[in-house]
């Protein structure tokens, strides 16, 4: 089977509210790319280094972008992976990743477990999730993490465990980190030989310069896509029958060590 994917590096210009941005990219994933799946990155809805402002613009699943995302979705039919948003739930706030289906409902949801505390608020914000999340789709059980997740190999290596069929990643990581970024990437999806789709904001974003650089690497570790610094979509194909052939071919899951 033939996956196509529409992954969306996302700029971040000066000035633009949150409503503003809800409103452009719900009119860019309503007039994207034809694709199976489409990826958002991390806290596109208020931009992720804005600190400043969670508290007031953190808002419930049901409400704000997610339900913008919901409703371009059904008009779609497809499965749209929200990127990231701010989630209020009573007095905690949370890094929330969505997933919504062809039908516009919310199909599942991850709360990012590892809060980034070098250089951001983040860790004094928000409130960690609490275990890694599969979501079944029409497209496959998607592996969510967000970001930071990616420097912690044994997150991937349960999501495997627990039959993810692709690892999909929604970051707003610094240029300043550009390679271990891409280093990262290949790495989880050589090491769980499972399929990863890993979005990120592009240019300055409240004074830091995301570097771009979102890629889908197959299960065998191929750079399919590497979107480098070009903001915008960016569409990618991944042949999720050949991570079972590859896995079979390769079954490093099961060697044993000798000696």
């Not at 508290?55 to 749209?80: D, H, I, S, Y």
């Not at 989630?87 to 949370?94: A, H, I, P, V």
């Not at 890094?95 to 860790?123: C, I, Q």
């Amino acid at each position: 089977m033939s996956l196509r994917i529409a992954v969306l590096q996302l700029d971040y210009p000066d000035g633009e509210t949150k409503r503003e941005r809800v409103t452009r990219v719900s009119r860019l994933v309503a007039d994207g790319p034809k694709a199976d799946l489409v990826v958002l990155p991390e806290l596109w809805d208020v931009g992720y280094f804005a600190f400043d402002d969670y508290a007031t613009e953190a808002e419930p699943l049901v409400l704000g972008p997610a339900a913008a995302l919901g409703l371009v979705a059904k008009e779609r039919g497809c499965v749209v992976v929200g990127g990231s948003v701010l989630e209020r739930d009573g007095d905690d706030l949370f890094n929330t990743t969505v997933v919504l289906g062809p039908d516009g409902d919310v199909l599942g949801s991850y709360r990012k477990m590892h809060l980034f505390a070098y250089g951001s608020s983040e860790g004094q914000l928000l409130t960690a999730g609490s275990e890694p999340v599969i979501v079944t789709t029409p497209v496959g059980r998607l592996g969510l993490s967000t970001c930071f997740d990616l420097r912690f190999p044994e997150q991937f290596a349960d999501m495997r465990a627990d039959g993810a069929d692709v690892m999909v990643v929604p970051a707003a990581w610094p240029s300043a980190r550009t390679e271990h970024w891409r280093v990262l990437v290949q790495a989880r999806a050589i090491e769980t030989q499972t399929p990863v789709i890993a979005v990120n904001g592009v240019g300055p974003c409240h004074g830091i310069e995301l570097a771009g650089a979102s890629q889908i690497v197959s299960a065998r570790g191929s750079v399919i896509l590497d979107a480098a610094s070009a903001p915008g979509w960016h569409v990618g194909v991944v042949d999720t029958a050949d991570t079972g052939a590859w896995r079979e071919e390769f079954p490093m899951r099961e060697a044993t060590r000798v000696g």
